[in-house]
Structure formats: C-alpha cells, structure tokens
Nanobody
C-alpha cells in the first residue's frame, strides 16, 4: 500500500522560510516507469490548488509552479528515496494553508493539477503570521 507522509510544516513570520518533505513508502523506484509528485495546498474556505510538480524523469530540468509561488518555492526530488521536497522562501501570509503531497504514475505537465492523483498524504500545516 502506497503511503505518503509530509513533514516540515510550522509557523513562521512573513519573509521567513520553511522546507517541506514528503516521503513515500509501499513502492520502489522500479514500481512505476515514472511518477509525477506534486505539492498542493488548501487554505480555509478555499479550494485546493496545485503549488508545484516534478516528474521523476526530469528532476534536473526543474518543475512546474503556480504563479503565486514561482521564484519563491523550489520543488526537488530524490527518486531513490521516494522523496519530494518543497523549499519555500519569502513566505507571505497568503501562503498559509495545509500542504499536501501527491503521487501518480506517469509524467507531469504544466497542467498536472487537472488530472487526478492516485495517492495523497495527510498534509502538513504552514502558517505565516506576524
């Protein structure tokens, strides 16, 4: 059974940084030909939105980012560890949300958020407040 566990959330002041980690279990690097791992977030009263995504076959090429986080957030992966990371810099109050890691077989495109993900983590809370 595939499981995803996020960590690294917390409270930070505006302008601060946080690093999120997502570690998968129940599968190996050879289970799927390739995978798309993504970070989503959901703020209270708002719909869930895609934050960033990265294909296992193009880790060095970089990922796809939502406009509000582009230039501030960086997604990375360690395929051998079944891990994905989200470095968040210059955090703002509107980044406050529950952040979720998601995984599906196949590739990621810039419209990755439109297709369903098979597996989701429980989420980690990020709060940006002065």
């Amino acid at each position: 059974q595939v499981q995803l566990v996020e960590s690294g959330g917390g409270s930070v002041q505006p302008g601060g940084s946080l690093n999120l980690t997502c570690v998968g279990s129940g599968y190996s690097e050879s289970t799927y030909d390739s995978t798309c791992m993504a970070w989503f977030r959901q703020a209270p009263g708002k719909e869930r939105e895609g934050v960033a995504a990265l294909w296992s076959g193009a880790v060095e090429a970089g990922g796809y980012y939502a406009a509000p986080v582009r230039g501030r957030f960086t997604i990375s992966r360690d395929n051998a560890k079944n891990a994905a990371y989200l470095q968040m810099r210059r955090l703002r109050a509107d980044d406050t949300a529950m952040y979720f890691c998601a995984l599906r077989p196949g590739t990621c495109g810039d419209l990755y958020y439109r297709d369903p993900f098979d597996h989701w983590g429980q989420g980690t809370q990020v709060t940006v407040s002065s």
